[in-house]
């Protein structure tokens, strides 16, 4: 796809719509960047829940960035994608669409009627195709494009958070046809994809974010929601001295105590084991490790986070800075990890082109 010289990206999260505006021209510059908090809940479970408030609020973002007549490229909540790698005989087009039809009625929780299918052959061997098969529920995309038609706009391209972050590690030079993972840490949930720059070998959604560590607080501690983020970006997850101390005494110490600090710690532990558990899994299927483990989204700020996945999975952790390799007008802080996949987006369009 040709895009005009302006193009602008958005990412509609749980808790935010991120957007970004871009100029492809020789290179990929940014023009700028804006974040709209959204009301707690108005998202939930990958699920636009209050249309009127997200569309309003993606108004005021795309009239900030001067980007509501541009060709608009946004995403696809990752809780509600599924992903699947097939082979198939070889076929034309026609007829590979409607066996993809089948194949995705054995892998959906829903009648397959109620799916919009996507898909990308990856590797052709003699008589068969390796495919990537690509599903969302068909009323997913009908509400993503209900809140842009609200404000008179159609996206010129919906895309995959898997791949928009595997492309902006690829734009960035970071795979070098070697397979990483991305570890996304977002509001609603953390998102694990372990990819190369031709395929995605995993693709999960582990239910622990940002928002589940407020939830700990606003219970334990009677906060309301602005209260609970307050206090949960101040204080962290509050183990101090945890370098010193060995993980089990830790858990042990977690379980045993009361105080929201353990708690969240407690959520944390979760997190970080069944993040282990995913490059475990790819290793024992795949018989090779990734090569290198990039962190990113807005919750992988939490304090002590980042210290204890490193310490669980047994390998260092990389921050993904999404401007990196990015021209960009103006100052900005370059550590925004929220608009890793806002990025990715445009990365995807050009690296497509």
């Known amino acids: 796809m040709l895009f005009k010289k302006r193009f602008t990206t958005v990412d509609i999260g749980t808790d935010s719509i991120k957007a970004a ?11 700028g960047i804006s974040l709209k908090k959204l009301p707690y809940e108005s998202i939930k479970d990958g699920r636009i829940i209050d249309e009127a408030v997200v569309a309003a609020r993606l108004a005021e973002l795309l009239e900030e960035l001067n980007g509501k007549r541009d060709e608009i490229v946004t995403t696809i909540p990752v809780n509600n994608l599924i ?17 993809l039809k089948w194949e995705a009625a054995d892998y959906l929780p829903y009648p397959v009627e109620n799916a919009v299918l996507d898909y990308k052959i990856i590797s052709q061997e003699r008589d068969k195709l390796g495919i990537l098969l690509l599903a969302v529920k068909s009323d997913i995309i009908a509400s993503i494009k209900s809140v842009f038609r609200r404000i008179n706009l159609t996206p010129s391209v919906i895309n995959i958070q898997p791949m928009a972050l595997l492309s902006l590690l690829d734009f960035q030079n970071k795979l070098d046809d070697s397979t990483a993972a991305v570890i996304d840490i977002g509001a609603s949930g953390t998102r694990i994809i372990i990819g190369s720059s031709k395929n995605i070998f995993l693709s999960r959604v582990i239910a622990v974010g940002g928002n589940d560590f407020s939830s700990t607080l606003m219970e ?3 906060l309301r929601y602005n209260e609970a983020e307050r206090f949960k970006g101040e204080n962290g997850i509050q183990l101090r001295g ?9 858990i042990s110490q977690a379980a045993s105590s009361g105080s929201e600090a353990h708690f969240l710690f407690s959520a944390a532990n ?6 282990k558990r995913s490059l475990d899994y790819y290793q024992m299927e795949y018989r090779e490790d990734v090569n290198e483990v990039f962190l990113t989204g807005g919750s992988s700020r939490l304090k002590n986070l980042p210290e204890l996945i490193t310490e669980t999975i047994g ?3 990389y921050p993904l800075n999404p401007f990196e390799g990015i021209k960009y007008k103006g100052e900005k802080d370059s550590k925004l990890e929220e608009f890793a996949v806002t990025v990715g987006l445009a990365a995807s369009e050009v690296l497509a082109r």
């Open 315 to 317: 390998r260092d952790l």
């Open 220 to 222: 334990g501690k009677n």
């Open 21 to 31: 505006r871009f100029i492809n021209d020789s290179d990929l510059m940014l023009e």
């Open 242 to 250: 945890e370098k010193d101390l060995e993980l089990e005494r830790l």
């Open 83 to 99: 992903i699947r790698k097939i082979e198939l005989p070889v076929m034309g087009a026609d007829e590979l669409a409607e066996a």
């Open 270 to 275: 979760n997190l970080a084991e069944e993040i």
